[in-house]
Every structure is written in C-alpha cells, then in structure tokens.
C-alpha cells in the first residue's frame, strides 16, 4: 500500500463519523502524490503526514449561559489547534448548529494549507460552538460568549492562537469575547481580530475575503486569456464573503445575478442591489425574502437553486459542501467559464473533478477565500506595531497577496506537471513550506 493511503486509511479508522474531515485529508493527500512519492523513503521515516494529520491538540468544553428567560442554556465549545510549524496557530470561530469535532478539524486541516500559502507566518487552527447566534437578543450573545471565551482564554494568546471571525461571529461576537479575554486575563493584545476600528482592528478587514476571491478570480482569468469585465456572476451565500464579493465582481465591471441564505434564494436579471443586500442582511438581520421589496422585478425561490442560473462564473460562498455533481452538471450545460471557491470546501469532491475534466477553470477555496486570513494577519502586525494603515494600504496588500497565491499554485501545479490544475497547485504549494518548516524542527 502506498504511503498516502496508509495514512488516509489509518485517519479514517481514527477519526469515525468524521466525515469532513475525511474528505478534506483525502483532497490533500491524493493531489500530493506526485511530491510524496518523490520523497516516499524521508518523510515515511519522518511520520512526516502522519504529524501533518494529526492536530497538535484539540479542546472540547462546556459552555453554560443565561437567556432572557433566567433559563440556563448549555452549549458545546471547541478548539483545534493543527499545526503550528510556520507560525502561532491562526483560524476563525463558528458559530452554527451544525458545528462539531469532525467539522471544526476539517476546516482546521484546511487552514494549515491556506495559511501557508498566503505566505505570512501563521499555523492552522479552529473553532467555534454549537451555538447560534440567530434569534437571539444580544444580551444573550454577550452572555455567551463571555462564557465562551472564560474557557477559550486558557489556550489561545498572541503568540501562541489567534480566532477570528467565521460563519456566525460577526463584529459582535468578536467584541464581546475580545472584552472578555481581556477582563480576565489583565492584558491587552492583539489576541483576536476581526476587531472593530475603535480597539484595533484593520480597515478592509470586513471587506477582505471577498476581495480577495475576486482579485484571484480575476488574475486567473487574465492568465488564462479572460477578463471579469462583462461576465455574469452567480454566487450562493449572502453573509460578508458574499456581499463583498458581489460587491467587488460588479466594480470590475461583472453584473453578479444571485445570492441565497438558508431557506432560499434570489435571482435578479438586472444585477443585485448591493446597498439592499446589506441592509437586509447586516442592518436588519433578515430573511432573503424581504429583497423583493427593494427590487420587485426580482425573483425568490424556496430552497436551492443558484447553480441552475445560465452565468460565465460561479462563486460558492456559504458553506462546505453546497455545490453537488447535479449543480457541476448544471453549471458545464449552461456554458460557466470558472468557480472559484469563497467558502471552506463548498464544493463535493465529484463534482469538482467534473467541473475539471469538462474545461472549467477551478480556484480551490484554501486559495480562493484566503484573504480573509492574510488580511487578519495584516491586522496582527498592526497590533503588534501599534499602527492603522489606511484602508488603501491594507486593500494593495491584499491584492499583491491574491495575486501571489495564484501564480505559486499555477507554479507548483506545472513543476509536478499538473499545468491547470489549480486544486492541485494550492495543496502542493501550501505543503511544501510546511513540510519544510516541520522538518527543519525535528521530531515535534
């Protein structure tokens, strides 16, 4: 048996009933092969993937709390720290129902990859909790996670892990758990980010993922004879990645047709209202189905649907898992040009190969949605300067980073002779300064 599926063989029978996590280890490790069996003799002596699999530790931890009624709630809070070899562990927190062990490990093996490649130094990690924010008033939010983070305070810190914001803690959540860490622990610090303006954090940092897939997008475009300018856009998603996604796609000069939430979707012939989207969604905290108020001559569908929409580019931006092989279908027959992913995995390993094999230009999300972590990473250095660069300054990085990131992926994709392989170039380009930094470090 070979050494790859030696170790993908043994994570499964490790990791039951885990299977994002599975999915996502099996994406990495098959399009690594080519550098693994170039190495197969050193890095079997070194258990090298073995430690790469494996998370440095993870935390599991109760988290009880007050709701408006005096009743006392209890919910599940998590911390997987993955792999700190290129610097102090970095990844955001979940805030969503669905939220477990196999799921946080999953996004967390992801963001060693995704870390790597933006080319600052910052390790792999996440978390989050099993509890959702909607719906509930923000007193019982603060409550939360103020007890949230009386737990996470133990293990995270400047130097050592450094959460985020993900699906479900917003701007918010951040400042109710930043207080809190700080409270408790004496210290101020640049220990999450994701901040507000008033207490350290960095402009364009709300905007960033979703620029970021859009300066990606575009330079793959461009490298491969194309432009955004004039293209129709679907994206799924309507949280902050999508809407400043959109929001970007359509100053290039693209008209984005679609977004979606949980219980359904919208398709707007004539472009979609950005300042709508925002107050619906960021001001309001409401249903999709209040867009039609603000744009009559739109259309809203219950459940799913985006990836039916005749367009040029699509942008998955809500979830893991969201594009299945009927949607890659879908997407071929009606002529989509490329997808570039804005979420964790949001699209199936099927229907990614599908969308491969028929032509369709593939930008893996721990590339494509990068910039939301470089971008953090930014935030760092300016905690740890004690500056705030101007939003221009920030957004120039950011791009430079974008573009970077996709020219060493098509790079490392033609080296192992993959040329287009945009999935496998992420993976190989990510791993390799790893696997050198683990290396250089011994036995660890």
Known sequence: MSYVDQVYENVVKKNPAEPEFHQAVKEVLDSLRPVIEANEEKYRREALLERLVEPDRQFKFRVPWVDDQGQVQVNTGYRVQFNNSIGPYKGGLRLHPSVNLGIIKFLGFEQIFKNSLTGLPIGGGKGGSDFDPKGKSDREVMAFCQ??????????????????????????????????Y??????????????????????ARTEATGYGLLYLTQEMLKCNGHDMAGKTVAISGS?????????????????????????????????????????????KRARLTEYKNYRPNSE????????????????????????????AKALVANGCLAVAEGANMPTTMDATEYLQKNGV?????????????????????????????TFEEVDSKLKGIMVNIFHNLDDAAKRYGKEGDYVAGANIAGFEKVAEAMLAQGVC
């Open 300 to 327: 809203y569908h219950e459940g799913r649907g985006v990836w039916t929409v005749k367009c040029d580019i699509a942008l998955p931006c809500a979830t893991q898992n969201e594009l299945f092989i009927e949607d």
């Open 182 to 203: 700080k409270k408790i622990k004496s210290v101020y610090e640049g220990v999450l980010t994701g901040k507000g303006l008033s207490y350290g954090g960095s402009l």
């Open 147 to 180: 007890s949230f983070m009386t737990e996470l305070c133990k293990y995270i810190g400047a130097d050592t892990d450094v959460p985020a914001g993900d699906i479900g803690t917003g701007a918010r959540e951040i400042g109710y758990m930043f207080g809190q």
């Open 361 to 389: 230009l593939f930008a893996p999300g721990k590339a494509a949605n990068a910039g939301g972590v470089a971008t953090s990473a930014l935030e760092m250095s300016q905690n740890s300067e004690r500056l705030s660069w």
């Open 239 to 283: 949280g902050n990645v999508a809407i400043y996604a959109a929001q970007k796609a359509q100053q290039m000069g693209a008209k984005v047709v679609t977004c979606s939430d949980s219980n359904g979707w919208v398709y707007d012939s004539e472009g979609i209202d950005i300042d709508a989207l925002k107050e619906i969604k960021e001001v």
